[in-house]
C-alpha cells in the first residue's frame, strides 16, 4: 500500500475511534442515567417486544460494534426478527445520531441538495421520529400495530418504571404510550454512552496524549485538499474545541455508483420529489470506524 494511503488509513481506523470506549451491554451500569434515560435504555434492549420475540433495537445497534450490527444477516442489510426476513439497507450506526440535524433540501445553482435526518435516506427528522419506525417495520421488529406494542410494554418487568415517569394512566392510550417510549429511547441515545469521544484523537486534541508521525501525517493528509481531501465529506475541524465539530461527515447525500434497489425508493425517493436522495445514503461518520459493523 502506498505510504501516504496507510498513513491517512491510519489516522482514520486508528485515532478517529477505536479506543472510545463501548455504550454499554444490556445489563451493563445504569447508574448516572435519569428514569426517563433509564426507561429508554430498558426499551432498547428487550427483546420480547418484537414478533416473534429476540430482537430489540440493541439487537442491530450492539454496543459491542460500536451501536451497528446486522443481527446475524450476511448479505449487507440486517435480518428481522423471524431470522428470515432481510432489511432492506445495512444498519447505520447509533453513535453519535444525536448530532445529526434534521432533514433539510436546498438549492444551489442548478442542484438540490439533501443533509440531514435520522436513517440512510434521511426520513426521520429527529431520534424521536426514528425510534418508532422499527417497531412497525416488516424487515426489522415486525408488530401488527401500536396496540400489539403497547400489550408488551405493559407486560415488561420495567412497566412501573413507565407509570412512574408517564403516569398511570399511561398503558390507556396506546399512541401516547408509543410517544412516550420514543422520547424515553432518544433520551437514551442522547447520553454520552453514544458519544464518548473518548478516541486517541479526542485524547491528543485535548492534551491528554500525543499522535504518532505516521498519525499525524495521516490526519495532514486527511484534511488537506489537495491529497486526500477527506474532510470533503468526512466533516472535520482538528482546530475546534467544540466535540461535535468531529463527527467526520457533513451529513449530506452521495451516490454510490451501484445500481438502485427499488425496494428501497420508498423514504425519501422520488415519491415525495426528494431527488437526491433517491440515488444516495446519507454520507456516515467515520467515528469507532474500527468496531462499527461493515
Do not use: W
Not at 445504569?30 to 427483546?47: I, Q, W
Not at 454496543?63 to 435480518?79: D, E, I, K, R
Not at 417510549?181 to 485524547?203: C, G
Not at 447525500?253 to 445500481?259: K, M
Request: net charge negative; hydrophobic share 40%; charged share 20%.
Amino acid at each position: 500500500m502506498h505510504a501516504n494511503l496507510a498513513a491517512a488509513c491510519l489516522f482514520a481506523i486508528g485515532v478517529a475511534g477505536c479506543a472510545e470506549r463501548s455504550g454499554g451491554a444490556a445489563g451493563g451500569d445504569e447508574s448516572g442515567l435519569s428514569r426517563l434515560e433509564l426507561v429508554g435504555k430498558r426499551v432498547f434492549f428487550d427483546t420480547a417486544l418484537s414478533n416473534p420475540p429476540g430482537q430489540s433495537c440493541g439487537s442491530c445497534h450492539d454496543p459491542a460494534s460500536g451501536f451497528s450490527g446486522n443481527f446475524g444477516g450476511t448479505a449487507g442489510v440486517p435480518l428481522a426478527a423471524d431470522r428470515v426476513t432481510p432489511g432492506l439497507r445495512n444498519t447505520p450506526t447509533a453513535s453519535y445520531a444525536r448530532f445529526t440535524p434534521a432533514f433539510t433540501l436546498t438549492t444551489a445553482g442548478t442542484h438540490q441538495v439533501a443533509r440531514g435526518g435520522q436513517f440512510l435516506d434521511g426520513r426521520a427528522a429527529s431520534l424521536e421520529d426514528q425510534a418508532g419506525m422499527p417497531f412497525f417495520s416488516p424487515g426489522e421488529m415486525n408488530l401488527a400495530s401500536v396496540a400489539q406494542l403497547s400489550q408488551r410494554l405493559a407486560a415488561a418487568a420495567y412497566a412501573p418504571l413507565i407509570r412512574e415517569e408517564f403516569g398511570a394512566a399511561i398503558f390507556s392510550d396506546p399512541q401516547q404510550l408509543l410517544h412516550a417510549v420514543t422520547r424515553a429511547i432518544a433520551a437514551f441515545e442522547r447520553t454520552d454512552r453514544f458519544a464518548p469521544f473518548s478516541s486517541k484523537l479526542d485524547n491528543a486534541l485535548a492534551g491528554d496524549g500525543a499522535l504518532s508521525e505516521l498519525e499525524q501525517e495521516g490526519l495532514r493528509l486527511f484534511v488537506d485538499p489537495l491529497k486526500g481531501n477527506c474532510t470533503a465529506c468526512h466533516a472535520f475541524n482538528p482546530e475546534s474545541g467544540v466535540a461535535s465539530e468531529r463527527i467526520f461527515t457533513d451529513f449530506s447525500y452521495h451516490a454510490l455508483g451501484v445500481p438502485r434497489n427499488e425496494m428501497t425508493v420508498s423514504g425519501r425517493g422520488e415519491n415525495d420529489n426528494r431527488v437526491p436522495t433517491a440515488d444516495g445514503v446519507r454520507e456516515p461518520q467515520n467515528r469507532r470506524v474500527e468496531i462499527v459493523f461493515p
